[in-house]
């Protein structure tokens, strides 16, 4: 069982910068690969940013990259989405995810491979 807990959402000019934090916790946790999802009005959710388990290897969707720095830090149980130059269509609920992947590339990149969500943190970028 792994509980996730999201914080840092809200308000922001586009151009500006956002951090988002998930609080991770359980007794495996470390073992699990973390990801955020995002999802806007009228449509389904989406892939943002996936690290593995130990946090080696990373990815992001095309539309965030350059732009989304995603870190976690095992020993703290924590998960930080840095989230620059946002624009409108960054608009959404973002939720951080977990789940065990057992094969290259041991990502988290898509909802069906999640185990555990939090419950969102909603970010709105006004243009």
């Given amino acids: ?57 990373t990815d992001y969707a095309d539309s965030v990259k350059g732009r989304f720095t995603f870190s976690r830090d095992n020993a703290k149980g924590t998960l930080t989405l840095q989230m620059d130059s946002l624009n409108a269509e960054d608009t ?14 041991y990502l988290i990149q898509e909802p069906d491979q999640v185990e555990y969500w939090g419950q969102g943190t909603q970010v709105t970028v006004s243009s």
Avoid: D
């Avoid at 586009?14 to 690969?33: D, E, T």
């Avoid at 999802?37 to 593995?52: H, I, L, N, Y």
């Avoid at 959404?92 to 590339?105: D, E, F, N, Q, T």
């Fill in 1 to 57: 069982q792994v509980q996730l807990v999201e914080s840092g959402g809200g308000l922001v000019q586009a151009g500006s910068s956002l951090r988002l934090s998930c609080a991770v916790s359980g007794p495996n946790y470390r073992n699990y690969a973390m990801s955020w999802f995002r999802q806007a009005p009228g449509k389904e959710r989406a892939f943002v940013a996936a690290t593995s388990w130990s946090g080696a290897i």
């Fill in 92 to 105: 959404a609920v973002y939720y951080c995810a977990a789940g065990r992947i057992h094969s290259s590339p």
